[in-house]
């Protein structure tokens, strides 16, 4: 379906609850529906035309609700930015997809020039922050005071939403990242998948709270689950324990999704005990299993929460495997679920298959494929990548992984060579360019090693260039000026030579063997 | 998504689980799977080919189930036919989408002669009963038996489902059925709305009982959400309410779809309180609203369940709105919620429009109309009437109704001189041509009347040829030979001439007033 077609039905059922609470601002659906409406008539005002992109570097506000509406609801396209990118991989992504339209708010104004210099297509700059509108821009709450309400351009398609949604980009394993093309289909079934998988889950009287930044598609998905059952959104500009505690406090909020370094955090808060969190009841969480110890902390801090656990990747418009609330509990954790990854999501299949896409016996390691109506169309103007990804009909994740009788799936490695570190991908080729670009460094391999915080963290294992040095302080210094921070290394080590293979590869499994001795994640 | 999909999944993920129960027959998912298999690989076997049609006629059962996963599994189409029809109104269907093969049970196989005789195409029949297979059919359990299992061949089209899965047959405005093509996206959709509605509704705990006819797109709604749940399927052959209750309490269900009618009869069944019902969690009924007293009655003979109504029709795979389930307590009856036909569902979008189809205000009385990607993709060899039921890429319903200013939808009258009786639509037109051949009728006008069993009871008015006599029993016994026996009027009226508008119309309205003077359906 369309992806605005559930807002429609959520203004038509509940014009009057509560769509955002962000800051002091409260809108009903029917305040933002009009507001959507006039934002998007500006747009097309502006000269943004069908299937044109228009792009999003913001913190998380009502604004940004507004904007995933907006955009598709002028027949244009989404371009959600990381906002952790540097200057130079912002630029790529906007001249990648030739963004015609860049949404900044207040933090990421002061970077509109460098931007501006650092791509070819973009000539509008939409201010949709709280202060005063820069020169060369202009204000959201303009184009919202001064157009009147346009008809939804959407609706004019098919029901189906063959059409693209966006263009949402993830981290590339040759250094570059790729735009993957989701269509108002792949996203909206991931999303009713989600609400059918769990009892009251994004049901029509949940308050949802945007923790992770929702520039990710895996907050996207709380963001469609929400507009498709017509719930209450609360935004928070950043992470941070406390606020997330006020907020749930205040908002009596029901429903979140976080990565488990987020949950970490807030069961390690102090303020908990002091604040009233009982009205969550959902805490859907992934990119990486939380420990059964931090799930014990977890439990008792929420006590009326139940846990979900998401596996899956931009290219499947999230959700894969999702591990269910019951298989938190005694008999799922004596089992060892706790350890999986879930089992294939309503309307998702599941596979592990060898090298020629035949199914493997259930125990065997194979690669983990998935298939479904949420299927990414490919990437943008990667042709060959997208070949690739998606040989046969099944997206090929590149993770290894092995499935029990009962289709759980349990990962053992990542064929990409990628890390996942509190919740974002980082592929190692690309620190390992960065790394490799300082001028004391003579070889160097990047590996993802155990972090309590993180669930993995980056870490250089270096070989310098005779009669040099480099600390983690220099060699961050010099990284970021590539790539973003949480692709940094976090920890270095220094070595005479890089174990290798018989062809002259790293073996990358000797490396991390001192780190995951007492394995969840199985070395090979 | 594909319709098999969601059964692949239950195989993975509960393989031993108990997926029918039917007389004394448990089946698990994985032999389910095995036995759809080979029958699929049987149904090739014997020459049945891509997107050739394969009909069923019988009575509920397990079968029943095997035969709508192993046409598609094998690449076909279904043809489920409504057996309460007569041999001419089948043999018309079976003509219309040029079936190549049909399913009898034990109780259709004497007819399979006449039926062979009055259609063109079918050259397979397969007995599908528990007795001795009948001279010149074939099998199940012999195909089943004979033939190795078969790869799903549905999978090898794209996960979107946009390939046919059916021709469901509706009664005809015009006097002859229509064929309605739905698609595998449309109905796994629709089915998937359904269990997105509620908590807890159709889940992978669930135990579902097939009380109404499994032809029926409505029942095969149920069958489609139990699928992809991967709950357990229990059948009834008929509906009676003293096996109802043995069955609920003996099978412990917990989810089941009905039409008032059927909860009526089991509400007055004596043998209620001698059974345990304490099981029953959900229950979902449709085609006309329950009036408050069946559904105080019916909350206390099943203190535990939920009751959703459905609203809707083949045409939108059966869901168009729903009446959640709190809807029913205390604040939604206070709001008159019980008279209306629900809001929209998930994934649809319903509007009240005009002839020109521009939507009404709210209170104004104008057509239903609905949108969405369960729609189906028109009617077989009706390109005209295709055209004109889904102008503008809306179903076009024509149920006259107005929207409350929270979207809930109020029917007060069917444009299609149409009557819901006992759950099932009945053409006014169609039932007039019956009873005017008989020789005795000078003209006449069917209507539908208030009925508490049925909701709408078929009712004659009747103007009789000078010197002739008719009485209730003689029209039945003549209608019975041209309609359904649902179809014939249940109660019959002569007058001495019918109210004519200026432009020779029957004036209808005229004749319901007597019965709709307490109105719940509106009298326009």
Chains 1, 2 share one sequence.
């Not at 998007?40 to 069908?50: F, H, I, K, M």
């Not at 989600?194 to 709380?222: K, T, W, Y």
Request: with cysteine.
């Amino acid at each position: 379906m369309q992806f605005t077609q559930g807002f429609h039905r959520a203004v038509q059922q509940r014009p009057q609850q509560t769509a955002t609470l962000c800051n002091d601002r409260r809108r009903s659906y029917a305040e933002l529906k009009d507001r959507v409406a006039r934002l998007a008539a500006g747009l097309c005002q502006l000269g943004v035309r069908d299937t044109n992109r228009v792009a999003m570097l913001a913190l998380n506000s009502d604004h940004y609700l507004e904007y995933y509406l907006a955009v598709p609801w002028a027949g244009a396209q989404l371009v959600p930015l990381n906002f952790r990118w540097s200057v130079e991989e912002i630029g790529y992504a906007l001249n990648d997809c030739e963004a015609v339209a860049l949404f900044v708010d207040d933090t990421f104004a002061p970077q509109a020039d460098a931007l501006l210099d650092a791509c070819t297509y973009v000539r509008i700059l939409i201010y949709c922050g709280d202060g005063k509108c820069p020169e060369g821009m202009v204000a959201m709450e303009d184009l919202i005071a001064q157009n009147e309400p346009m008809e939804d351009a959407s609706l004019s398609n098919s029901p189906l939403g063959e059409e693209v949604l966006g263009v949402f980009y993830t981290g590339g394993t040759t250094g570059k990242s790729k735009g993957v093309l989701l269509s108002h289909r792949a996203v909206t079934n991931s999303a009713l998948a989600f609400i059918a998988e769990g009892a009251n889950v994004f049901s029509s009287n949940s308050v949802g709270l945007h923790i992770a930044p929702m520039f990710h598609l895996a907050d996207a998905m709380q963001t469609t689950a929400l507009i498709l059952s017509g719930g209450t959104h609360v935004m928070l500009p950043v992470f941070r324990p406390d606020a997330v505690l006020d907020a749930i406090q205040r908002h009596h909020v029901t429903d979140t999704l976080l990565v488990p370094a987020m949950l970490q955090a807030l069961v390690d808060c102090p303020a908990l005990a002091a604040h009233d969190v009982s009205s969550v009841r959902n805490v859907l969480y992934g990119a990486s299993p939380a420990s059964e110890s931090l799930l014990d902390r977890a439990m008792k801090a929420l006590p009326n929460a139940s846990f979900y656990q998401g596996y899956g990747m931009t290219e499947v418009a999230a959700v894969g495997c999702i591990l269910p609330a019951h298989e938190h509990l005694a008999e799922g954790r004596a089992m060892g679920r706790l350890r999986s990854a879930g089992h294939a999501a309503q309307q998702v299949m599941v596979r592990i298959v060898d090298d020629q896409d035949h199914e493997k016996a259930r125990g065997e390691i194979g690669e983990i494929v998935i298939r479904g109506p949420s299927l990414m169309d490919g990437y943008l103007n990667q042709p060959e990548a997208t070949a690739t990804a998606l040989k046969n009909g099944w997206m090929h994740t590149g993770d290894l992984a092995y499935m029990d009788d009962e289709g759980f799936v349990y990962i053992v490695d990542r064929a990409k060579d990628m890390i996942v570190s509190g919740g974002e991908n980082v592929y190692c080729a690309e620190v390992e360019n960065a790394v490799a670009s300082h001028p004391a460094v003579a070889s160097c391999a990047v590996i993802g090693v155990p972090d309590e915080q993180l669930g993995e963290r980056v870490h250089a294992v270096i070989v310098l260039k005779p009669g040099t040095t480099l600390d983690q302080a220099a060699l961050n210094a010099h990284c970021r000026t590539h790539i973003a921070g949480y692709k940094c290394p976090r920890s270095l080590e220094l070595c005479d030579a890089l174990p290798m293979s018989g062809a002259g590869k790293v073996l990358k499994t000797e490396l991390r063997k001192p780190y995951w001795s007492n394995l969840k994640r199985q070395v090979n």
